[in-house]
């Protein structure tokens, strides 16, 4: 069966540091992958989402980027961290577009 | 462009209440529509979905019928239980733009014993 991992589970960091979050799919290959956050109290949205390995696309402009260094790796990253990057971070995985997206168990990112 | 509304919450219930969380989208054509849920502290899990109007989807009790004339997919529980307390989200996969799910803003549910 597959399965998603994300770490880390929890973290803080303060404003202008660097950011790494990973994401790793287990039990399936050439899955589509998605960046979401959820920010306190809001719905999801839409980060980045990648089919394949170096393709990344991006939903919304930010001082976030992503890459696929790996067929079921997915990074999210940050060069400087602002507050408003406060969040939880949702991975998830489909196995094409307008399908069923499976989702990891989430960063909760706080950024002081 | 695409939209989901949800009733507001949170909702507080009884438990062996009956439960209804509204959800009506807006979307070109016929998207496919879910519900998913998180519990407190978790990601986000798949619930039930249904790909075509008049498609009912269940699971662990819940249930939401695609409703094309109404553009809605409602989700309704029976007879809910304390471990039913999350937070639901409705979301539809559009035919255009169909990599992203467009999410409803979630309902908290709390089921008191």
């Known amino acids: 069966s597959q399965t998603i991992h994300q770490w880390p589970a929890t973290l803080v960091q303060p404003v202008g540091s660097p950011l790494s979050l990973e994401c790793t799919v287990e039990?399936?290959?050439?899955?589509?992958l998605y960046w979401y956050r959820q920010a306190a109290g809001r719905g999801l949205q839409l980060l980045f989402y990648?089919?394949?390995?170096?393709?990344i696309s991006s939903e919304v402009p930010q001082n976030l980027s992503a890459s696929r260094p790996q067929d079921r790796q997915f990074i999210l990253s940050s060069k400087k961290l602002l507050l408003s990057d406060s969040g939880f971070y949702l991975c998830?995985?489909?196995?094409?577009?307008?399908?069923?997206?499976?989702f990891g168990p989430g960063t909760r990112l706080l950024v002081l | 462009g695409d939209s989901v509304t949800q009733m507001e919450g949170p909702v507080t219930l009884s438990e062996e209440a009956f439960l209804t969380i509204n959800c009506t989208y807006t979307?070109?054509?016929?998207?496919?529509l879910f519900w998913y849920v998180q519990y407190p502290g978790e990601g986000l899990q798949l619930l039930l979905k249904?790909?075509?109007?008049?498609d009912k989807g269940s699971n662990k009790g819940f249930e939401a019928t695609y409703r094309k004339e109404t553009t809605s997919f409602h989700l309704e529980k029976g007879s809910v239980q304390v471990s039913d307390s999350a937070v639901y989200f409705c979301?539809?996969?559009?035919?255009?733009?169909?990599?992203?799910?467009?999410f409803g803003q979630g309902t908290r549910l709390t089921i008191n014993p």
């Open positions: 998830a995985w489909s196995t094409g577009f307008g399908e069923t997206q499976y």
């Open positions: 039990g399936t290959s050439n899955p589509n």
């Open positions: 990648s089919v394949g390995i170096g393709q």
């Open positions: 979307a070109t054509g016929y998207p496919s």
């Open positions: 249904a790909t075509k109007a008049d």
């Open positions: 979301a539809l996969s559009p035919i255009q733009g169909a990599q992203k799910l467009v």
